[in-house]
C-alpha cells in the first residue's frame, strides 16, 4: 500500500461548504414559523428533502409523500418545484465565498469549494500557538511535517468564520470539510452533521477512504463506472486499491484508472475551478401528457415567463433560445428528446419592449413546429426552455469602438446614479448593456463606469446623424420582408433565420400573389455600404 504522503502534495488549502438542509432552509427564512415544525419539500409526489426536525422521523431524501406522511403524520410539505429562491440564494452564498477567494468553484446549488490557499499562507506568517476548530477526522495523532499541519488548523479558522458570515449574512447553517484537497474536503464535511466543520490531515486520508462503505460514495465515481466495476469484481474502496493496475486500465481506460485510483488512496489533484455564470439558463417541467397545441402554448408560456424573471437577474443579454420536448412513442412505448434552437433579438432583452413574451412565444412555437407536425398525434412528457448563448461584444467591432470613445466622455458628468439607470433600462444598444453584465464582480468604480456608458450611449444614439454614432443593433446586413399575413410588430422582432423560413414558406404557398402584389416589392438589401452612401 502506498502512503500518501510520499505521493501527494500538501500544499493547498480546501474548503468544502455544504449547506444544511438546503430547500427547507430557504422555506424556513421566507416562513420563520416552519422552523418549529417538521418540514419537507415536496417536488412531485417525492419529499426531496426536509428539515432536521422531520428527519428526527426517519423522513429521507427522495422518499414518496405517501411514505412519509405515514413516518410522521403531522409532516407539513412546502412545493419546491420553483427553484427560484433557491437559485438565488444559491448565488448569495458563493458570492459571499468569493470574499476570500477568487478560487470558489459550485457544485450544483448547495456546493462549493474554496481554495483558501493564499488566504491561509499569509496567516502563517503572523505565527502564534493554534488549535483546530470543529472536529477531526481519524484516530491517527500523527502529523506529517511538510508545514501542512499548521495550515490546515489554520483553515479551520477560516471555514468558521466564513461559516459564521453565511449565518449572519444569509441565516444559513452549512457544514464544512476541510483538507488539502477537493475529495477529502467534500468526504470530511459529510461526517458531522448538521452545523459543523471537519477537518482531515493527510495522516487520516486513508482511514477516510477505507471508511467509505461503497465505491459510490467516492465522488467521481458515478453510477456507470461503479457498474463498470462491479462486474470485474472490484466492489470496495480497498479492492480498487489492491486492484493490479493493468486490469483496472483494460476496465476504465487509461486516464480514468489513474484518476480512481489516485481517489482511492484519497489523492486528487483536481483543481478548484472557478465557476463563471452558467452557460444556460433553463427550465423544464415533466407533464402526463400533452397533445394539443393550445396546452403546449399554455405550458410554453409559463415556462418563458419564469425564465425572463431568471434571465432578468443574470443580467446576461440571451442571444439563443432552446427548446425541449419529450415525445412518448405509444407503439414503441419509449420517450425520446428533441431539442431546436434559434437566435433571439437581442434587443428584446435590452430595452422595454412590449409584448415581449409574445414576440418570443412566437419564436418558441416556431421552434415547436419544427420537432412536432400538429396534424398528427403526438404526446409530450416533458417541454423545456433555455437561453443557451449570451452576448459578448465583438472585439475589435464598431462597437467596441464607440463604447471606448463613449466612456472616456462620460466619466465627467455622472451626478446621480439612479437617473442613470432609468436612462439605461430604456436604451436601445444592446452591445453596452452586454459588457457591462460579462463581469462578474465588478468592482464599484467599473460598474459607474459601465452605467455612465450606458446613459451617453442612449443620448448619443437618440441624436444619431453620423455614420459613426450609427446604432449598431441595426447594421442589418439583409432584411427580409414580411409576408402580408404576419403581424408586423411580432414579425420585426423575430430572428433572421425565422423571418427568412417564414418568408420562403409564404413564397411557396403563393408565388403568384408575390410577383403580382404592388404592395410587395422584392426587398433592396440593406448593407452597410447603402447606409454610408445614403448618409453621405
Ligand atoms: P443535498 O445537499 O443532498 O441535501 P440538503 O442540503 O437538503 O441536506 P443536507 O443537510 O443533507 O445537506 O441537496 C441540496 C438540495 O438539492 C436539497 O435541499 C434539495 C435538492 N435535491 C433535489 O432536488 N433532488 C434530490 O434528489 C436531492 C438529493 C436534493
Ligand atoms: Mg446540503
Known sequence: MMSTSELD??????????????????????EPKLRSVPLGIQQKNIVVTSNYKAREFGIKKCMLIAEARKLCPDLVLANGEDLHDYRQTSYQVTNLLQRYSALVERLGLDENFIDVTTLVNEKVKQG???????????????????????????CTLVAQEIRDLIKSELNLTTCAGVAHNKLLAKLAGSRH?????????????????????????????????????HKSDIKTVEDLQNTDFKKLETVTGSDK?????NLSYGIDKTPVKPSGKPQSIGLEDAC??????????KKLEQLLHRLLVLVTEDGRVPKTIKLTVRKF???????????????VNPSLFTSNQPNKDAK?????????SRIIDPKKPYHITLLGLSFTKFQELPRNSIASFLRKDLEVQSVISIENQSAVEDASSSAPS???VAVEVESPTPSPKKLKLSLVSKKRCFREYEDCESPSKLKVAELCLDSVPCPPDADKDVFKELPWEVQKELWDDYKRKRPSEIFCSSQVKKSKPNTLLNYFIRNN
Do not use: W
Open 193 to 229: 452533521k448538521p452545523n459543523q466543520q471537519t477537518v482531515v490531515f493527510p495522516n487520516s486520508a486513508l482511514e477516510l477512504m477505507l471508511s467509505l462503505s461503497s465505491l459510490m460514495s467516492i465522488p467521481g465515481i458515478g453510477r456507470a463506472m461503479f457498474e463498470q466495476l
Open 288 to 297: 402526463k401528457s400533452i397533445s394539443v397545441e393550445t396546452e403546449v402554448k
Open 360 to 368: 418570443i412565444m412566437a419564436t418558441v412555437m416556431h421552434l415547436f
Open 329 to 343: 412513442d405509444k407503439d414503441s412505448k419509449i420517450s425520446h428528446r428533441e431539442t431546436r434552437q434559434c437566435n
Open 128 to 154: 502564534g500557538d493554534l488549535s483546530v476548530v470543529g472536529n477531526v477526522f481519524g484516530e491517527s495523532s500523527e502529523r506529517c511535517d511538510c508545514g501542512c499541519t499548521r495550515r490546515l488548523t489554520l
Open 430 to 432: 444592446t452591445s453596452n
Open 9 to 30: 502534495d500538501h500544499s493547498r488549502c480546501i474548503i468544502h461548504i455544504d449547506i444544511d438542509c438546503f430547500y427547507a432552509q430557504v422555506e424556513m427564512n421566507k
Open 257 to 261: 484508472a489513474h484518476f480512481i485510483y
